[in-house]
């Protein structure tokens, strides 16, 4: 009876609507983004420095995609063997593909393959550790240490801020093979010396919880607690969250999200294909020329938040002929509150042609 009434109330997380009130959470500290932009849709505690177990591999994860070659061969070496805590159970002196160990990382929180692709990428932890944490710098993570690549409780270090892990984890998002990883619910990789396959089965429930929901990672020690990364698409969309110390990972996770969806709007606020400015060509066979963007921008936003936007046209008064379509001309900056949030090239739709010496005379005398 107990187990029909834990998996019913699971279930009302994703049935029962979200009002639009204020949001509820167990977790010590919490963010809510926006993955494209970037933007905070909703912060708790953000810039409080904590324990965030597991969450660690999300940065063990992209260095390793970035620094390495995917198709290179892992090998576990006897640090990597038998690392306490959650585990793929590699052998010793074992041979698996990085991007396969990829997935043992980040759907069944290997220890061990966190320990291996450190080895593997830079030689050793403690190198690997540099990489994270130049990495956390040039994201501006400046609450941030990495002491390890798995975050199990070692020393002192190993700590972040879910604003700090807000801002990782969009960044990682935007990366097409972090994404297809952490979508993915079950994955069958080969298992050296053995007649089968190994099979991950991913631990985060908000795939299956949450509708929409892709991705991202779970974590747990003793001295982290519950910790959450989490998100998921709506109408292409796309919002994660972190939750930090949170008893109640799931519920929280899935509260944030349902806000950003229900309260925020996801608005054009650049569009492609038509004009958005238009510029006098001098000594031209066309008088001005039509300028486009190539790229449509999309920032969240509530209702009443619209007229925070505008823009800034960094455009000549005037073009002389002969002018190329496609031609760069400037850009345009838009700012939302005041401050830019996207810088915007913006190029001729034509192509405007010099006009000839007997054309000019003409046009001299008769314009």
């Known amino acids: 009876m107990r187990t029909l009434i834990a998996i019913i109330l699971s279930f009302a997380i994703i049935i029962i609507p979200f009002t639009g009130l204020a949001v509820s959470l167990s977790a010590q500290s919490a963010v809510l983004v926006d993955v494209e932009s970037g933007r905070v849709l909703y912060s708790k505690n953000d810039a409080k420095q904590m324990k965030i177990a597991s969450l660690t591999k999300i940065m063990t994860a992209i260095i390793a995609i970035e620094n390495a070659n995917l198709e290179s061969m892992v090998k576990t070496s006897k640090n990597a063997f038998g690392v306490e805590g ?79 892990m807000g801002k990782l984890l969009a960044y990682c998002l935007r990366n097409p093979v972090f994404k297809e990883i952490v979508s993915t619910k079950v994955k069958k990789v080969p298992w050296e010396g053995e007649n089968y396959d190994r099979v991950f089965y991913n631990k985060n429930k908000m795939l299956s919880l949450y509708p929409g929901g892709d991705g991202v990672k779970t974590g747990y020690t003793v001295k982290a607690g519950r910790c959450l990364a989490a998100s998921a698409t709506k109408d292409d969309w796309q919002l994660a969250t972190i939750v930090l110390n949170a008893p109640d990972w799931w519920r929280d996770s899935s509260n944030l999200l349902s806000y950003g969806f229900h309260d925020y709007i996801k608005q054009q606020v650049i569009e492609t294909n038509i004009t958005l400015k238009s510029i006098p060509v001098i000594i031209g066979k066309e008088k001005s020329i039509n300028v486009h963007a190539k790229k449509q921008i999309y920032y969240p936003i509530k209702e009443n938040e619209k007229g925070l936007l505008s823009y800034t046209w960094e455009l000549p008064k005037s073009l002389k002929a002969p002018v190329e379509k496609d031609q760069l001309l400037g850009y345009v900056i838009v700012s939302f509150d005041n401050k830019q949030i996207a810088k915007i090239p913006l190029y001729s739709d034509s192509a405007v042609e010099k006009m000839g010496v007997f054309e000019r005379l003409k046009g001299f005398f008769y314009d």
């Open 86 to 164: 959650s585990s793929i159970y590699l052998k010793q002196n074992e041979q698996m593909k990085l991007h396969d160990m990829l997935y043992g990382l980040m759907l069944r929180s290997g220890n061990d393959a966190a320990t291996a692709i450190a080895e593997h990428v830079s030689g050793s932890m403690e190198k690997f550790t540099e990489l994270m944490n130049d990495k956390a710098k040039q994201l501006g993570m400046e609450g941030t240490l990495f002491t390890n690549s798995h975050g199990l409780d070692w020393g002192e270090g190993n700590y972040s801020t879910a604003s700090d």
